[in-house]
């Protein structure tokens, strides 16, 4: 997550994260066989993609703030609550919900 902030501070795009989007990363792309590779590739399908296409659609401009977060909402009664990543622009940035990443 740190290169892909590093790389988006070049294009005046700041990036944040919360702990639980690190963790639902961690989740996702665990695999003891492999070691850190899954990680990488959930980060770049998950992450580095899904801004790319923000930035192409115009989403995402210079000077904008990007928080990476994870979404709990319930997405059927039958089913429980489905963790899943959310990139959106951040309107404010709340700092005590951001991991200390600058």
């Known amino acids: 997550m740190e290169r892909v902030k590093n790389r988006l501070k070049q294009k005046k795009i700041d990036l944040h994260y919360t702990p639980?989007?690190?963790k639902l990363l961690g989740v996702l792309?665990?695999?003891p066989n492999f070691g850190a590779?899954?990680?990488k590739r959930v980060i770049q399908q998950l992450v580095e993609n899904e801004i790319a296409m923000g930035v192409l659609r115009g989403d995402f401009r210079e000077e904008?703030?990007?928080?990476?977060?994870t979404d709990d909402t319930p997405s059927g009664k039958e089913r429980p609550p489905l963790n899943r990543l959310i990139i959106k622009k951040q309107e404010s940035l709340v700092a005590d919900a951001m991991v200390a990443n600058d």
């Open 37 to 39: 590779r899954p990680v």
């Open 29 to 31: 792309g665990f695999d």
């Open 20 to 22: 639980e989007a690190v």
């Open 64 to 69: 904008d703030s990007i928080i990476v977060d």
